[in-house]
């Protein structure tokens, strides 16, 4: 009989978002490039993907990232975000999380008290700082790529909802932003399952309505994603707002979400709301937090853009080894109606 294949993962979470990390048991992929790599796996070894995070060995509410060999010759390291429904090309909290669980397992050596890193991302190289002490990394800044806005108040009809106001931003995801307050809903966990049903049907709309399409990369196009955000909160010296993010099959980011975050840096820009080195911060749903701010201006195409810095902080949770067995019935796990909703994402192929 074969025998079982193994992963050595390291369990972690940032602001609450779990985002585990692949250390072994992959070797590298073909492609030239991050992205290459990332849509190689997507198309040819999607496998992976689904034993890590469908059931019976995760769940809804977690990413999970491999850790690759780079192909850009400035960085330490590569690493691909895979999540339930989609490889994006970037994510804040697992940048975060990947960042911490390389230099805290010495996969890269930790200087203290800082160490600077750079990550190979499909989005491109992202610079990270981490400030460090007695072998953990307190926290993590990483320096995104440029974010933009696409579009600002866009009418969209929603089923049910009618005209709908949205924002469409990259951050290194295509965001739907939309303000809460216009839909009289507060972003508390209590209305969790409200915010994910209005969310994916939104998105649902968004998508069916317009192609948003990165001008440096035409690989990435539409929306993937909704954002609801609140205003900034009253009485605090440092700006400082809440927001959430509905991701697909249906659930909330446990965390502030790194690419919202920068996401809406643009936005807030973009709207004169938020200068370059202005603090600010974005609080999550469970009331954790990330700081960011505008490190300066630039061009993306014909998009005036935002280069944004996030910091935040994540936690080794656990060290295992996953197993899938020959003879066990569910090797690429399984899902539920329950807790798993139905997403209108459609799936690349190898032409994409």
Known sequence: MPAARTLNVVGAHTGGEVCDVIVGGVLDVPGKTMYEKMMHIWTKQDNLRLVLLNEPRGCT??????????????????????????????????????????????????????????????????????????????????????????????????????????????????????????????????????????????????????????????????????????????????????NTVVVSPGRLDRSPCGTGTCARLALLHARGLLDVNEPFRHRSIIGSEFEAHIRGTTKVGDYPAVLPTVKGSAWISAYKQVVIHPTDPFPQGFRVGDVWLDSPLPQPTAED
């Open 61 to 242: 509410a977690m990413c999970t990232n491999l850790v690759l060999p780079p192909t850009n010759p400035e960085a330490d390291a590569g690493f691909i975000i895979m999540e339930h429904e989609e490889y994006p090309p970037m994510s804040g909290a697992n940048t975060i999380a990947t960042a911490t669980v390389l230099l805290e397992t010495g996969m890269v050596p930790m200087q203290e008290p800082i160490s600077r890193i750079k990550l190979d991302t499909p989005a491109g190289l992202v610079g990270v700082t981490a400030e460090c002490e007695n072998g953990k990394a307190k926290s993590v800044a990483f320096d995104n790529v440029p974010a933009f806005v696409f579009a600002l108040d866009l009418e969209i009809p929603v089923l049910d909802l009618g005209t709908v106001k949205v924002d469409i931003a990259w951050g290194g995801m295509i965001f739907a932003i939309v303000d809460a307050t216009s839909l009289n809903i507060s972003l508390e966990g209590r209305n969790g399952a409200k915010l994910v049903q209005l969310g994916e049907r939104i998105k649902k709309a968004v998508m069916e309505n317009t192609n948003p399409v990165h001008p440096e990369n035409p690989s990435i196009r539409g929306v993937s994603i909704v954002e609801f955000t609140e205003p900034f909160l009253e009485g605090r010296s440092v700006k400082t707002a809440v």
